[in-house]
């Protein structure tokens, strides 16, 4: 059965009639233990909801527009929170003053098969996992190795993960995990062993290998550092190794380094065709090679790009011969060690801007910079870039969006 927290004003679900009071027990008549039995049941456009009012059972139906939410939040369906303290954690490291909403550490398994999050993975979440048939799921692995893993978490005792893969493997589960790599910790060997390990469980489908992250704020914290370009072309050789082995055994390439490794390392982007089955874009894997596909491209349009220190150099291979102008955002919100477009604040876009002075209008900013609700991790929102800045802003999805 479900509790009912809230109800959103002219949505759905507040023209029924139904209270805050009311307890949910069955969706087109299957019955509604959690609120992701609700997201299964409820995916039409219409639902037929049996619901308990005192000691009342009683029935209605609910219609909606194609692409609309219900409108209902539920008890329980905030994300369960992190035990762990993991070396590497990027909410640690976060700016004093940053908005609350950023500060809590999802690890639950149920956000994980909808939205794509990683969790550290514990019994509890496999046998939700099972129950349900949450697949796939995303994975933090980082070391196979238990008493390892262990410390790259943060929680003192060891940590073991293969026999958790292996009984989601069992249960047809499938499994993306993901590899954060702290040099001197968990690179190597440790590595090595990791995807061995890694590649004897069927279900485990994906394994992305990504650099740590580093912010200027980790006063107190364990001292890390980022990979050196040596450490980045031993990774990625490690990698291709793997893949190759997996391209024999499994047919799919199913193990990629993050593109951050290969300005790093000073090696070429792979080519799209490197990506094949890849889906962890998200995940700072593929994307450049991705841009890249853009290179030989004609681009009429004009303006000033806003981007990342990383991406930048590609981006002026792409556009190239157009008038578009590249402007590399250095993050001082975070640190100069983080590069990516996805990271930078408000501030640094308008510090950039007016330190620059160029009268290029519009100014292109990436999407990915946006949260749901349009605005930067700073809150400002695109209006308020182009007031304190008197530019016209404009926001790309994609390169295509500049042709």
Not at 62 to 84: A, D, H, L, N, V
Not at 177 to 189: D, F, H, K, Y
Request: include cysteine; charged fraction near 25%; glycine fraction near 8%.
């Amino acid at each position: 059965m479900l509790r009912i927290r809230s109800i959103h004003p002219g949505s759905p679900a507040s023209r029924t009639g139904l209270k805050k009071t009311d307890i949910l027990i069955k969706c087109n008549d299957e019955p509604l233990d959690d609120w992701v039995d609700f997201i299964y049941r409820a995916n039409g456009t219409l639902i037929k909801i049996e619901y308990k009012r005192g000691m009342q059972t009683r029935n209605i139906t609910i219609r909606r527009i194609p692409g609309m939410e219900w409108g209902f939040e539920f008890e329980g369906q905030s994300p369960k929170t992190c035990r762990r303290k993991c070396i590497f954690c990027f909410i640690d490291q976060l700016p004093p003053g940053i908005r609350p909403s950023l500060l809590v550490k999802d690890d639950d398994i149920r956000y994980s098969f909808l939205h794509g999050t990683y969790v550290t993975l514990d019994r509890n979440d496999v046998r939700v996992a099972i129950q349900k048939n949450l697949s796939p799921v995303h994975v933090s692995v980082h070391a196979s190795d238990p008493a390892l893993r262990g410390r790259l978490l943060g929680t003192g005792k060891e940590e073991p993960i293969i026999p958790l893969l292996k009984t989601l493997s069992n249960a047809g589960i499938s499994v993306e995990t993901q590899i954060v790599i702290v040099p001197e910790w968990n690179n190597g060997m440790f590595l090595e062993r990791t995807l061995e390990d890694l590649l004897e469980i069927p279900s485990v489908i994906s394994v992305g290998v990504v650099p740590v992250g580093i912010t200027v704020f980790r006063d107190g914290l364990q001292n890390i550092r980022r990979p050196t370009a040596s450490e980045a072309i031993e990774i990625i050789h490690k990698c291709d190794k793997w893949r190759r082995k997996a391209l024999r055994t499994r047919g799919t390439p199913w193990v990629y380094p993050a593109d951050e490794f290969y300005p790093l390392s000073g090696k070429n982007i792979p080519d799209p065709a490197y990506y094949t089955e890849c889906t962890l874009m998200e995940n700072g894997i593929g994307l450049l090679s991705n841009l890249l596909e853009y290179e030989s491209r004609h681009f009429s349009g004009r303006g000033l790009i806003c981007t990342g220190t990383l991406a930048a150099p590609f981006m002026k291979r792409v556009l190239a011969g157009s008038e578009y102008m590249i402007l590399p955002v250095n993050n001082t919100f975070f640190g100069p060690e983080v590069g990516v477009s996805g990271l930078l604040a408000g501030s640094d876009i308008i510090r950039s801007i007016m330190e620059e002075n160029i009268s290029t209008d519009p100014v292109f900013l990436p999407r990915v910079m946006f949260n749901h609700d349009m605005l930067t991790l700073d809150d400002l929102s695109p209006g308020d870039i182009e007031q304190l800045t008197g530019r016209k802003i404009k926001i790309a999805w994609g390169v295509e969006d500049l042709i």
